[in-house]
């Protein structure tokens, strides 16, 4: 019988308040569709970070015939200079594996590169320096082996290519806190319209409140009708932010980004169906202690 009343009541409330429900519902799917994107682009973030750090090189440029840097005046690169380099590079710890390009290589792979360049043709291989290509057990650990050869007798420079990829994943960040930025917004207007509707449907409701109080009902039981309608309210609004983000990932991620964009691996669905009840829950959840709090103070006992 009590369960019948708190079930009849909660259908009551929903309908009162239908516009307003719909309102929380909707409030609700996006703040929450919002976390989950941010949460899948940090998902992202971390793997391409690990697919690119994991390619980087570390390029040790040596002297050439006209370079004028520090480490060259005494001229071009001698043979004693680079093997003292390459025999360095080799006892490093920190070093996994060492490639050495010749001017000739450099030049191949400049052809390879600008095939379609005005400049390609008028570039000689004797312009381009040659270098040793340095793979890193440890990408983060560039400035050991930066300071090592850095002004060193016939280095021109040392670059690592972890500084290109820097302010394309500080974009991704930016991206991310963006993201994270609207949805606390959108989670503080789908608070706002919680405590606002359990406010109405409290004050709506006041006869029957008062009522139950005269025949000694417990808080919990008076209070139960109006948090489980928000709590209802907040799983709709989480399985339709659930619905919005698989449908977002599928269209725009796999159908779209996946079939054209093929320089790294894009998440699969494992992220995304772990983050899909996780939205949920935090739905209901939200909804519901919002809703307590709010009725604490408009049904006191």
């Not at 400049?119 to 930066?146: H, N």
């Not at 606390?184 to 006041?206: D, E, K, P, Q, Y």
Request: charged letters at 20%; hydrophobic letters at 45%; aromatic letters at 10%.
């Amino acid at each position: 019988m009590r369960a019948q009343f708190v079930l009849s009541e909660i259908g009551v409330g929903l309908r009162r308040n239908l516009t307003m429900t719909i309102a929380v519902i909707v409030s609700v799917a996006l703040s929450l569709t919002l976390a989950g994107a941010g949460a899948l682009l940090r998902v992202q973030v971390n793997e391409m970070k690990d697919f690119w750090y994991d390619r980087v090189e570390v390029s040790i440029f040596l002297c050439g015939k006209s370079d004028k840097d520090a480490g060259c005046a005494g001229g071009e690169v001698s043979n004693e200079q680079r093997e003292a380099i390459k025999a360095e590079l080799s006892r490093m710890p920190l070093v996994e594996k060492t490639y050495q390009e010749s001017k000739q290589q450099a030049f191949q792979h400049f052809k390879e590169q600008n095939k379609e360049s005005p400049l390609s043709g008028s570039v000689t291989a004797d312009q381009l320096p040659e270098s040793f290509r340095v793979k890193l057990k440890d990408p983060t650990k560039y400035s050991v082996v930066a300071s090592a050869f850095v002004g060193r007798p016939g280095v021109q420079s040392v670059q690592d290519q972890r500084k290109i990829l820097e302010p394309f994943f500080k974009l991704l960040k930016n991206a991310q806190y963006a993201a994270y930025g609207v949805m606390g917004f959108m989670l503080l207007v789908a608070i706002l319209l919680i405590v606002n509707t359990a406010r109405v449907s409290a004050f709506s409701r006041r006869r029957e409140t008062g009522i139950m109080r005269l025949v000694g009902a417990s808080n919990l039981y008076i209070q139960l009708p109006f948090i489980m309608e928000s709590a209802i309210a907040g799983l709709l609004g989480g399985v339709l932010a659930s619905g919005l983000l698989s449908t977002g990932f599928f269209f725009g991620v796999k159908k779209g980004l996946g079939q054209q964009f093929n320089a790294f691996e894009l998440i699969g669905w494992g992220p995304v169906l772990t983050t899909l009840p996780l939205l949920v829950l935090f739905g209901v959840l939200m909804s519901a202690i919002a809703s307590f709090f709010t009725l604490l103070k408009y049904l006191k006992i």
